[in-house]
């Protein structure tokens, strides 16, 4: 569970971390692009912890999906 709401965190964290590093690269050396590879490894980072949170919300809804259907057959 705390993993869920710590990729649910990253997913709204993680953006803005790589617009700070962004602003810090185009400050110190706008001609030579390191932070390609910061946002390659965030983005790796970001699709994993949305697939973390759409496995968790799928559960919900299947579970809650199947609380509905075992209420109405009573």
Do not use: C, D
Not at 20 to 38: E, K, R, Y
Not at 51 to 73: I, W
């Amino acid at each position: 569970m705390t993993k869920t709401l710590h990729a649910f965190k990253f997913l709204f964290t993680g953006p803005l971390i790589l617009l700070l590093l962004f602003v810090i690269n185009l400050m110190t050396s706008p001609g030579h692009w390191w932070v390609q590879w910061a946002a390659l490894g965030i983005g790796i980072a970001w699709v994993i912890s949305l697939l973390r949170v759409l496995r968790a919300v799928v559960l919900a809804g299947g579970l809650a999906a199947l609380g509905v259907y075992l209420a109405k057959r009573r």
